[in-house]
C-alpha cells in the first residue's frame, strides 16, 4: 500500500555564538522558531533565519529544520 505523508510542525532551529567561555571556548546558544507554514521551502526558511539573526550581534554558526510528518496508508 502507499504511504502518504502529511505534514503535522516544523521547527527552524538557529545556533549563534554569542560570546566565549571562561576557558575560551566558544559558547553556544540556540534559538528555535515554531508555527512555520508547510509550504515554506528550505531557501525561505534559511533565508527568514539569515534576515532576522543579521540584527543581532551574535554570529549564526548553524540553521537546521525539523519537520514531523503524520504518515497515512493511502487505500
Not at 532551529?13 to 566565549?20: A, D, M, R, W
Not at 534576515?51 to 529544520?65: G, M, N, P
Request: charged share 20%; net charge negative; aromatic share 2%.
Amino acid at each position: 500500500m502507499p504511504v502518504l505523508a502529511l505534514p503535522l510542525t516544523s521547527t527552524l532551529t538557529v545556533k549563534c555564538e554569542t560570546g566565549t567561555t571562561p576557558s575560551g571556548s566558544p559558547l553556544i546558544r540556540k534559538k528555535s522558531i515554531t508555527g512555520l507554514k508547510s509550504t515554506a521551502t528550505d531557501g525561505d526558511l534559511h533565508e527568514i533565519a539569515t534576515a532576522l539573526f543579521s540584527l543581532v550581534a551574535d554570529q549564526v554558526v548553524d540553521i537546521t529544520v525539523s519537520r514531523n510528518s503524520q504518515l497515512l496508508e493511502e487505500e
